[in-house]
């Protein structure tokens, strides 16, 4: 029996060495669409690839392996992957390498991707990252490899992420959800929902303050469902932020049903846990959020804002907002203009609805034009434009404490720096200051930045 260990763990070795053998001076080069989910999954495909002896690179022409991490959310963000896929098909004619897609999109679609006429060599849904390594050693032989089964367990917990920032880092908590709303794709490209193990957190959490990261972004696709043992969400955020009170911890994405008042106090009680709340509604209809299977009425979400800013002064908030979802009246439209006017969020993200199939809402007859959702989409961005405004000129003549994240996209003769608030600021300076707390006084506002200068 001892002997056969031995043995076994001998193939592995050997299998091992050969693996890695194989990959010694390939390059990787990563192109992420979509959510933050998506660029933490890339993170956690460098790292494990760096492990198995490959070269990840920022250089798309130097890649032998090119993988497309995507996104199904909207029909728009598959368009753009597949213009990316027809594109990068033509070179490979010029300069041979492996074509993967892989993440949510490579889950919906499957082998259709190869039915489509594109050099695509791997096809792999995002519980499968693990089997990158073998998989791309065996597409001489295989030709084209498809593999998009979902997992009740992964978590990647063990894998350590290549990170691109030294200032931000994320830290999935858990993956995948069980909600589903109808018009969203996500639980059937990311699968049930499944927590981490609190140990595992916590120890990534110690290892990326021992790395000297300045924040910390706990990530989920509705953190407020996170439980292990007896430990919930609440417990988790408490527990991360007392690790360090130097470090900034932030959270995305809540879903309303869930959110507590356990965690409103958790937040009010840890300095270091930034006054941001990322809090979608979608809509403000009760209709078409019961057509949604959002499981909460415009009264229940306004009632849990009230309880949010009665406890968190000061707190910043920004929602998700779907205009035109099938049989949305002009009415139904107003009560979510009405919800975006009382809340007053400092952002929003807004989209006309599309049709994911697969959904329950496929079903549905979308029988609102695209000229009146495009109507509505103006409307609502004038609106929540303008308020964003007016609460950016607020802060303008105030001091405030910035986490310098890089340079400016413009020059890098500036500075971009997020305040607690996750309000983004811009300002000029000699030096680096990247990964720094400063302080910042705000001259000027946009919707969308604030401009200011150190101090």
């Not at 609460?391 to 020059?411: D, V």
Request: one cysteine or more; glycine letters at 4%; proline letters at 3%.
């Amino acid at each position: 029996m001892i002997l056969a260990l031995i043995l076994g763990k001998l193939i592995y070795i050997f299998l091992k060495d050969k693996e890695v053998e194989k990959a010694n001076n390939k390059k990787v080069y990563i192109e992420t669409y979509g959510c933050q989910m998506n660029l933490a999954d890339s993170e956690i495909i460098s790292g494990l690839m760096s492990t198995r002896g490959y070269n990840i690179t920022s250089e798309i022409e130097d890649a032998d392996i090119i993988l497309l991490n995507t996104c199904s959310v909207r029909e728009h963000a598959e368009e753009r992957v597949i213009q990316r896929i027809k594109t990068l098909s033509k070179l490979k004619s010029k300069k041979p390498f492996i074509l993967g897609v892989i993440g949510c999109m490579a889950e919906r679609l499957k082998e259709e991707l190869f039915e489509i006429d594109y050099e695509i060599d791997l096809v792999l849904g995002p519980d499968n990252y693990r089997k990158l390594p073998e998989y791309i050693n065996n597409i001489e032989e295989q030709k084209k490899i498809c593999d998009t089964q979902l997992s009740e367990v992964e978590t990647y917990s063990d894998i350590i992420p290549s990170r691109d920032s030294t200032v931000t880092a994320w830290l999935p908590i858990m993956r995948g959800c069980d909600n589903y709303c109808s018009y969203c794709i996500v639980p059937f490209t990311r699968g049930k929902e499944r927590s981490r193990s609190f140990s595992s957190i916590i120890d990534e959490a110690k290892y990326l303050i021992d790395k000297n990261y300045k924040e910390i972004y706990l990530l989920g696709q509705n953190v407020n469902s996170y439980f292990d043992s007896d430990k919930d969400f609440s417990d988790l955020l408490s527990s991360v932020a007392n690790l360090n009170e130097n470090i900034r911890i932030r959270f995305m994405t809540s879903h309303p049903k869930d959110l507590s008042d356990k965690l409103i106090f958790t937040i009010k009680e840890h300095p270091n846990i930034c006054k941001y709340i990322h809090l979608p509604f979608q809509s403000g209809s009760d209709r078409i959020l019961k057509l949604m299977n959002r499981n909460y009425t415009k009264k229940d979400y306004l009632n849990l804002i009230d309880r949010i800013k009665n406890n968190i002064p000061g707190v910043s908030l920004s929602t998700d907002i779907i205009v035109g979802f099938p049989t949305e009246t002009e009415q139904d439209f107003l009560d979510t203009l009405d919800i975006v006017n009382k809340v007053k969020f400092d952002s929003a993200f807004t989209f006309k609805y599309s049709p994911r199939e697969g959904t329950i809402a496929y079903n549905f007859d979308d029988d609102i034009s695209d000229e009146i959702k495009g109507d509505r989409l103006k409307r609502l961005i004038d609106i929540q434009q303008q308020i964003s405004f007016e609460s950016n000129n607020k802060l303008i003549g105030t001091i405030q404490t910035a986490l310098i994240e890089s340079y400016s996209k413009k020059s890098e003769k500036e500075f971009q720096g997020r305040l607690d608030n996750n309000k983004v600021t811009v300002f000029p300076g000699n030096g680096n200051f990247i990964g720094d707390l400063v302080n910042v006084k705000i001259t000027k506002a946009t919707s969308a930045t604030l401009i200011g200068e150190l101090l």
